[in-house]
């Protein structure tokens, strides 16, 4: 197991956010869905000591976060935040280099270069290496956050609704290049609305409601009308198109 | 086709600042060569050359040796200074408008000097000064371990202590003498004309040890500017502790050569914003960038103070305001691109 948590609680200002999470998890594509304010960015940060969490432990490769500097985190645990703006102007290659601070000690290395470039390359976002990343669509951002993480060179990747403000296309290659990288081998786990990209793609679908884990297993086991009445509120029926779940609302 | 790898625009990229450095490196010498040649006395171009291979004991040779050359060398160093810790403000904090004075350094010396001009004694202005300036830093540092060090809760705190400072200095201007009300307004309008060589040594050094700590941390100032704070951790930065870091360097830096120019304004402003919409918020090249061309900006502002109206000396401050004011909007107008 690359990551198992245990008994995990959080609070905002003795507001419980999390309230005793347990969970173990591989080299597979993790989606985690709920309603708003569930807690699903709130797992997400505490899985990469960007929150501390109230009580509880997670364990990266059997040992305690807590134990570990944020630099060694950093070097296995790569975040991609969902919220871009507010950021500064900056060359999508000069973001994408941020990604190698972990390795950098005070210049960087021919190393350090090549290592973005090549991530990059491999998400066809060469072009734009001199552009403004400012001036990019979000299609296009979010793929620099991503390629910034991937720098990172990290076992596991943990995403905030990386397909929020997408469109379709982008939504779906977006899914598909997170998909890729679980077969090279590297975890990914997402917080994501869409529950159909969600049992399209992920391996396992955490489902969260309150700061607890209601359901957990394959999209299969997890979205089902029941399921989604408890957690959202929701009347849907659960239709199976081509062997992927398609959840659609009752009017 | 040809392509061009990312690699290489970015090393083209990386080049055309280092050479935006250089040539700012060049233009700081030759202004100082310059400026050494001008003032109200009037003293041939070459015989100043000859003088500061010489030595003579005359008047001129007193007058470019110790009130000509300090004055160069002050306006530099105060001006880098400045500018350095100007820079590295507004990144820790990602506002345009910060700079060390916005910690309320500037007030805090201002009191200092005040005290020490109507009850000290002339002598104490400098180490006075000093000591008062490091006060707001520390209650920003209390404040910062109760409250979380983000840059909302800093900027507010130095913005209440600049009120504060500024208003005990009032007063006790308000029951001073007009003698010593007048010497407290010219030492908190900022002036380069106490520069000797005693003053050299320490801010020199004061600049030279804070600048290379200030540049060991240009990395993280990239990172959580570009990536904000929280995704700063996921990338291995702690952004409180480099915020307590920097603030309490760019904040001696400032203290040490405020204590001795007074508060010289706006060149910790304006100088890393001409640099920043030239070559861009990179720190690593921002940072001796905006140090350099703040020097610079400074000795030509004070070159002009100097000679404009001789052989009256205006304030280096006034200057500075009328000059880099217009400049900046200028660069603001013309700008292509958000750079802020």
Same mark, same amino acid.
């Given at each position: 197991?690359?990551? %198992?948590?245990?008994?995990?609680?959080?609070?905002?200002?003795?507001?419980?956010?999390?309230?005793?999470?347990?969970?173990?998890?591989?080299?597979?594509?993790?989606?985690?869905?709920?309603?708003?304010?569930?807690? *699903?960015?709130?797992?997400?940060?505490?899985?990469?000591?960007?929150?501390?969490?109230?009580?509880?432990?997670?364990?990266?490769?059997?040992?305690?976060? !807590?134990?570990?500097?944020?630099?060694?985190?950093?070097?296995?645990?790569?975040?991609?935040?969902?919220?871009?703006?507010?950021? #500064?102007?900056?060359?999508?290659?000069?973001?994408?280099?941020?990604?190698?601070?972990?390795?950098?000690?005070?210049?960087?290395? %021919?190393?350090?270069?090549?290592?973005? &470039?090549?991530?990059?390359?491999?998400?066809?976002?060469?072009?734009?290496?001199? %552009?403004?990343?400012?001036?990019?669509?979000?299609?296009?951002?979010? *793929?620099?956050?991503?390629?910034?993480?991937?720098?990172?060179?990290?076992?596991?990747?943990?995403?905030?609704?990386?397909?929020? !403000?997408?469109?379709?296309?982008?939504?779906?290659?977006?899914?598909?290049?997170?998909?890729?990288?679980?077969?090279?081998?590297?975890?990914?786990?997402?917080?994501?609305?869409?529950?159909?990209?969600?049992?399209?793609?992920?391996?396992?679908?955490?489902?969260?409601?309150?700061?607890?884990?209601?359901?957990?297993?394959?999209?299969?086991?997890?979205?089902? &009308?029941?399921?989604?009445?408890?957690?959202?509120?929701?009347?849907?029926?659960?239709?199976?198109?081509?062997?992927?779940?398609?959840?659609?609302?009752?009017? | 086709?040809?392509?061009?790898?990312?690699?290489?625009?970015?090393?083209?990229?990386?080049?055309?600042?280092?050479?935006?450095?250089?040539?700012?490196?060049?233009?700081?010498?030759?202004?100082?060569?310059?400026?050494?040649?001008?003032?109200?006395?009037?003293?041939?171009?070459?015989?100043?050359?000859?003088?500061?291979?010489?030595?003579?004991?005359?008047?001129?040779?007193?007058?470019?040796? #110790?009130?000509?050359?300090?004055?160069?060398?002050?306006?530099?160093?105060?001006? &880098?200074?400045?500018?350095?810790?100007?820079?590295?403000?507004?990144?820790?904090? %990602?506002?345009?408008?910060?700079?060390? @004075?916005?910690?309320?350094?500037?007030?805090?010396?201002?009191?200092?000097?005040?005290?020490?001009?109507?009850?000290?004694?002339?002598?104490?202005?400098?180490?006075?000064?000093?000591? #008062?300036?490091?006060?707001?830093?520390?209650?920003?540092?209390?404040?910062?371990?109760?409250?979380?060090?983000?840059?909302?809760?800093?900027?507010?705190?130095?913005?209440?202590?600049? @009120?504060?400072?500024?208003?005990?200095?009032?007063?006790?201007? =308000?029951?001073? !003498?007009?003698?010593?009300?007048?010497?407290?307004?010219f030492w908190i309008v900022g002036d380069l004309?106490?520069?000797?060589?005693?003053?050299?040594?320490?801010?020199?050094?004061?600049?030279?040890?804070? #600048?290379?700590?200030?540049?060991?941390?240009?990395?993280?100032?990239?990172?959580?500017?570009?990536?904000?704070?929280?995704?700063?951790?996921?990338?291995?930065?702690?952004?409180?502790?480099?915020?307590?870091?920097?603030?309490?360097?760019?904040? =001696?830096?400032?203290?040490?050569?405020v204590?001795?120019t007074g508060t010289i304004g706006?060149?910790?402003?304006?100088?890393?914003?001409?640099?920043?919409?030239?070559?861009?918020?990179?720190?690593?090249?921002?940072?001796?960038?905006?140090?350099?061309?703040?020097?610079?900006?400074?000795?030509?502002?004070?070159?002009?103070?100097?000679?404009?109206?001789?052989?009256?000396?205006?304030p280096v401050g006034?200057?500075?305001?009328?000059?880099?004011?217009?400049?900046?909007?200028?660069?603001?107008?013309?700008?292509?691109?958000?750079?802020?």
């Amino acid at each position: 197991m690359r990551i %198992r948590i245990r008994e995990l609680e959080f609070e905002y200002n003795s507001i419980p956010a999390l309230k005793g999470i347990s969970i173990d998890i591989g080299e597979e594509f993790v989606a985690i869905v709920g309603p708003n304010g569930s807690g *699903k960015t709130t797992l997400l940060k505490c899985m990469c000591k960007i929150l501390k969490p109230k009580k509880g432990v997670v364990m990266l490769n059997g040992r305690d976060i !807590n134990d570990l500097s944020q630099m060694e985190i950093a070097k296995r645990i790569g975040y991609v935040p969902q919220n871009v703006s507010g950021t #500064f102007p900056a060359k999508v290659f000069e973001v994408v280099l941020t990604g190698r601070r972990p390795y950098i000690g005070w210049k960087c290395s %021919r190393k350090d270069l090549e290592k973005a &470039s090549e991530v990059l390359r491999v998400l066809g976002l060469e072009e734009l290496a001199m %552009r403004d990343f400012d001036t990019l669509s979000g299609g296009q951002q979010q *793929k620099v956050l991503i390629a910034r993480a991937l720098a990172q060179e990290v076992e596991i990747l943990l995403l905030d609704e990386p397909t929020a !403000n997408l469109d379709l296309k982008h939504q779906l290659e977006v899914m598909e290049l997170l998909k890729s990288l679980t077969r090279k081998g590297v975890t990914v786990i997402t917080a994501i609305h869409d529950l159909n990209l969600a049992s399209m793609f992920a391996d396992r679908i955490v489902m969260m409601r309150d700061g607890e884990i209601f359901a957990i297993g394959t999209p299969k086991d997890v979205v089902t &009308s029941d399921n989604v009445r408890a957690v959202y509120g929701v009347e849907v029926r659960v239709l199976e198109v081509d062997g992927n779940r398609i959840v659609v609302p009752l009017a | 086709m040809l392509r061009v790898s990312a690699i290489e625009e970015y090393e083209k990229y990386s080049l055309g600042k280092v050479l935006f450095i250089l040539t700012i490196l060049l233009l700081l010498i030759l202004a100082a060569g310059i400026a050494v040649t001008l003032g109200s006395y009037p003293i041939p171009f070459f015989k100043v050359y000859s003088i500061l291979i010489e030595h003579p004991n005359s008047v001129e040779g007193r007058i470019v040796w #110790f009130l000509r050359v300090p004055r160069v060398l002050m306006a530099i160093i105060a001006g &880098s200074a400045l500018a350095c810790a100007g820079a590295m403000t507004q990144g820790i904090l %990602r506002n345009p408008l910060a700079t060390p @004075y916005t910690l309320g350094i500037s007030s805090a010396a201002g009191l200092g000097a005040a005290i020490a001009i109507l009850y000290l004694g002339s002598y104490a202005v400098i180490p006075n000064a000093f000591v #008062f300036s490091l006060i707001p830093v520390f209650v920003i540092l209390a404040i910062a371990k109760m409250r979380g060090a983000t840059p909302e809760t800093m900027i507010l705190a130095g913005i209440a202590m600049l @009120y504060i400072f500024s208003a005990v200095t009032t007063l006790l201007m =308000f029951f001073a !003498n007009p003698e010593d009300v007048k010497e407290i307004y010219f030492w908190i309008v900022g002036d380069l004309g106490k520069a000797s060589w005693k003053a050299i040594l320490p801010t020199f050094a004061s600049l030279a040890v804070c #600048f290379i700590l200030l540049f060991w941390k240009t990395w993280d100032v990239n990172v959580i500017m570009i990536a904000g704070d929280e995704t700063a951790k996921s990338l291995g930065v702690n952004p409180e502790r480099l915020r307590i870091f920097v603030m309490l360097i760019s904040s =001696f830096l400032t203290a040490s050569i405020v204590s001795f120019t007074g508060t010289i304004g706006f060149v910790c402003l304006v100088a890393p914003h001409i640099c920043r919409m030239i070559i861009g918020g990179d720190y690593r090249y921002l940072l001796p960038a905006s140090t350099l061309f703040g020097g610079l900006l400074l000795l030509t502002c004070d070159t002009i103070a100097r000679t404009v109206m001789a052989p009256i000396v205006l304030p280096v401050g006034v200057i500075t305001n009328c000059l880099g004011g217009p400049m900046f909007l200028y660069l603001l107008l013309r700008r292509r691109r958000e750079y802020w």
